[in-house]
C-alpha cells in the first residue's frame, strides 16, 4: 500500500500496489520547475526484507517526490476471530533525489545510472536500513528545503536562453527502414529542430515490429521517455513520425510536457523562414489545415454538450464554432492563394511570349541552391547552413552564350524550396504556387549535396516528389554540389552511377564554367522537345 502526503501532512492519496502501479499521473501533480520538488511524499510498506527497487525509484523520480519512505512490514498474519492484520514494521528505508551528482550528468548530456530494467535513471539516494524511531526524526521539511536549494543553484548554472526549448527526440524504428535510413532520418530530425532554434539533449530509440496505436511506442518505453524527460528538463517531446491527435494526448497525458511531431517542426521552421506575403500566406494556411482535424479532444473547455446539468439542449460547442472560423479563414487563404497562383500565371505567360527559357533548381533541402543562384548571378539571395533556408522562389536572369555560333542568350535562373522526404500532404498542396515553378520551367537542375551520408536517398526523394507533380517537369541535369568536401571513394561512386551528372562546389566557385556549358546543352534541347 502507497500513501501520498503533502507537506502539510495531509494523505492526498492512497493507493493498493507498488509505488510504481499507484504513481500520480502527470497532469495532476502540482505544477513545478526544474528547480523544485512536487511537494509531495510517498510512504509505501513492502513485504520483503529489502531496499526500494529500481520501479520505485523510477516512480519516485517521475513524480520528482520530496522523498520515498518505505516501510518493510515483518510477521504479517491474519488473527483466528476477528481477521484483522498483525505485524510490525522491522526496517525502513528513505529515498530521494540528489542534485548534486545530475548537474555533471545534464552538463554531458549523458545519464550516469542505468537500472536492471534499461530505464535510464536521475542521480537518486537510498539510505542505510534504519529504525522506525531512527524514521521519525528525520526532519523532512529541512532535508526537502535543502534540497530545493540545491536544485535551484543547479538550475540557475545550467539555464540556457528561455527561448529555446529543451527537446528530447525520439526514434522508433520499423521493418519499413533499415538501420542506416533511420538513423539518417533522426540525424535529420535534429537538424530540424536545431533550425527551428530547439536544443536537442537527447534522443531516445526503439525498434518495433508495429506502432502502437495509443502511444507509438509500448508502454515501458513511454515511461523511459517520461523518465528522461524529467531527468533532463526537457520541456519538448519531439517524434520521428506523424502522429494521430488521439496519440498527442495519450503522450502528453503520460509524460507531462509537450509532445509534437515532425510535421509540427517543419511547419514552424516554415513559419519563421517565410518572408514575402506569399510565403506567410502559405505556411498559415498550411498551419490551419493541420491543426483543423486536430482540434478535437483539447479539453472539456471545447464543448458544453455532454451529461449532466446544463449541458443538454440546442446550442452550438466552442469546438464547432472554431472549426467552423478556422475553415472559414481556409477559405479565404485559399482564395488568395489561387490569386497569387493566377498572378504567377500571367508572369510566366509574359516571359513565354518573349521566349525567354527558364530553368529551375531543385534539390533536398540545404543541398546549396541559393548560393549556385549567387553564384552564377551574382546574386544577393539568403544562404545558410541550415534546413529551409530560402522559402519563397526567386528568380534571377543569366546570360549563357552557346560556343557554336557565340551567340549569347537570357535566361531565368528560378531558386525554389528545398525538399525533404516524405514531405506533409498540407505542405504540398499549400506550397503548390511555389512548387508550380518547378512544372512550368524549360528544365531542371537538380542539385545534390554529395557531402551528405545520405545523398543517394535524397536523389530519390527529390525525384519521388518531381513525380506527384501534376504537370510533368521538363527534362533535368544532375548536378553534384559540395566536391570539395567529399573523399575519392565516394566521387567515384557518384561518377560511376551518374555518369552524365556536372561536379562542382558551388561555395568554392569550382567547376561552374563546365556547368553553364552543360546548361546551355540542356536549354536547346527543352526548347527543341517543345
Given at each position: 500500500m502507497c500513501a501520498y502526503l503533502n507537506r502539510r501532512g495531509q494523505v492526498i492519496r492512497v493507493g493498493v500496489g507498488t509505488?510504481?502501479?499507484?504513481?500520480?499521473?502527470?497532469?495532476?501533480?502540482?505544477?513545478?520547475?526544474?528547480?523544485?520538488?512536487?511537494?509531495?511524499?510517498?510512504?509505501?510498506?513492502?513485504?520483503?526484507?529489502?531496499?526500494?527497487?529500481?520501479?520505485?525509484?523510477?516512480?519516485m523520480a517521475l513524480q520528482r517526490l520530496d522523498a520515498l519512505v518505505v516501510l518493510n512490514i515483518t510477521g504479517t498474519g491474519f488473527t483466528r476471530r476477528g481477521g484483522g492484520a498483525t505485524g510490525y514494521v522491522k526496517e525502513a528505508y528513505l529515498a530521494h533525489l540528489t542534485p548534486q551528482e545530475s548537474q555533471a550528468v545534464l552538463a554531458s548530456g549523458n545519464l550516469s545510472k542505468v537500472g536492471s530494467s534499461g530505464v535510464q535513471s536521475p542521480s537518486?539516494?537510498?539510505?542505510?536500513?534504519?529504525?522506525?524511531?531512527?524514521?521519525?526524526?528525520?526532519?523532512?521539511?529541512?532535508?526537502v528545503e535543502n534540497l530545493e536549494a540545491e536544485f535551484q543553484r543547479e538550475f540557475v548554472a545550467q539555464q540556457v536562453d528561455i527561448d529555446h526549448d529543451r527537446v528530447l527526440i525520439?526514434?522508433?524504428?520499423?521493418?519499413?527502414?533499415?538501420?542506416?535510413?533511420?538513423h539518417d532520418t533522426l540525424a535529420e530530425l535534429a537538424r530540424l529542430v536545431d533550425t527551428a532554434?530547439?536544443?536537442?539533449?537527447?534522443?531516445?530509440?526503439?525498434?518495433?515490429?508495429?506502432?502502437?496505436?495509443?502511444t507509438v511506442v509500448g508502454e515501458g518505453k513511454v515511461q523511459e521517455v517520461a523518465l528522461t524527460a524529467q531527468t533532463l528538463g526537457a520541456t519538448l517531446v519531439v517524434f520521428d513520425r506523424d502522429l494521430s491527435p488521439a496519440q498527442v494526448r495519450n503522450l502528453e497525458a503520460q509524460i507531462g510536457v509537450r509532445v509534437v511531431d515532425r510535421t509540427e517542426v517543419i511547419l514552424d521552421i516554415f513559419a519563421q523562414r517565410a518572408q514575402s506575403r506569399a510565403g506567410k500566406l502559405q505556411v498559415e494556411l498550411a498551419q490551419l489545415e493541420y491543426m483543423l482535424p486536430r482540434l478535437t479532444g483539447r479539453g472539456q473547455a471545447m464543448s458544453r454538450l455532454g451529461g449532466g446539468i446544463g449541458t443538454r439542449g440546442p446550442g452550438e460547442t466552442k469546438l464547432e464554432t472554431e472549426r467552423r472560423a478556422i475553415q472559414r479563414r481556409i477559405s479565404r487563404l485559399q482564395q488568395e492563394v489561387n490569386q497569387l497562383q493566377a498572378?504567377?500565371?500571367?508572369?510566366?505567360?509574359?516571359?513565354?511570349?518573349?521566349?525567354?527559357?527558364?530553368?529551375?533548381?531543385?534539390?533536398?533541402?540545404?543541398?546549396?541552391?541559393?548560393?549556385?543562384?549567387?553564384?552564377?548571378?551574382?546574386?544577393?539571395?539568403?544562404?545558410?547552413?541550415?534546413l529551409f533556408a530560402t522559402l519563397d522562389p526567386t528568380t534571377r536572369r543569366l546570360v549563357i552564350s552557346y560556343a557554336e555560333t557565340g551567340e549569347t542568350q537570357e535566361i531565368l535562373l528560378t531558386d525554389t524550396?528545398?525538399?525533404?522526404?516524405?514531405?506533409?500532404?498540407?505542405?504540398?498542396?499549400?506550397?503548390?504556387?511555389?512548387?508550380?515553378?518547378?512544372?512550368?520551367?524549360?528544365?531542371?537542375l537538380h542539385l545534390v549535396d554529395l557531402s551528405h551520408p545520405a545523398w543517394l536517398s535524397h536523389i530519390r526523394s527529390v525525384r519521388d516528389i518531381l513525380a506527384q507533380m501534376p504537370?510533368?517537369?521538363?527534362?533535368?541535369?544532375?548536378?553534384?554540389?559540395?566536391?570539395?568536401?567529399?573523399?575519392?571513394?565516394?566521387?567515384?561512386?557518384?561518377?560511376?552511377?551518374?555518369?552524365?551528372a556536372v561536379f562542382i562546389s558551388a561555395s568554392q566557385r569550382l567547376g561552374l564554367e563546365t556547368l553553364r556549358h552543360r546548361l546551355t546543352q540542356l536549354i536547346q534541347y527543352a526548347v527543341d522537345s517543345r
Open positions: 509505488p510504481r502501479q499507484t504513481q500520480i499521473p502527470p497532469l495532476e501533480l502540482p505544477r513545478y520547475g526544474a528547480e523544485r520538488l512536487s511537494g509531495i511524499r510517498c510512504i509505501a510498506t513492502h513485504l520483503k526484507s529489502e531496499p526500494p527497487n529500481d520501479g520505485a525509484l523510477t516512480a537518486w539516494n537510498v539510505s542505510p536500513p534504519m529504525s522506525l524511531d531512527e524514521l521519525t526524526q528525520q526532519d523532512f521539511l529541512d532535508l525520439v526514434g522508433v524504428m520499423t521493418d519499413e527502414k533499415s538501420h542506416l535510413e533511420f532554434g530547439g536544443d536537442v539533449l537527447q534522443t531516445v530509440q526503439q525498434k518495433r515490429s508495429r506502432i502502437h496505436p495509443q498572378h504567377r500565371s500571367r508572369l510566366r505567360q509574359r516571359r513565354q511570349h518573349r521566349e525567354v527559357p527558364s530553368v529551375a533548381l531543385v534539390g533536398y533541402t540545404n543541398a546549396g541552391k541559393s548560393t549556385l543562384l549567387n553564384a552564377l548571378t551574382n546574386a544577393e539571395v539568403y544562404t545558410a547552413d541550415q524550396v528545398g525538399f525533404i522526404h516524405e514531405l506533409p500532404a498540407s505542405l504540398m498542396d499549400a506550397f503548390r504556387a511555389t512548387l508550380e515553378e518547378v512544372t512550368e520551367a524549360d528544365a531542371l504537370v510533368t517537369p521538363g527534362p533535368a541535369l544532375v548536378v553534384f554540389n559540395k566536391i570539395d568536401q567529399v573523399n575519392s571513394e565516394t566521387l567515384a561512386l557518384a561518377r560511376e552511377e551518374f555518369p552524365l
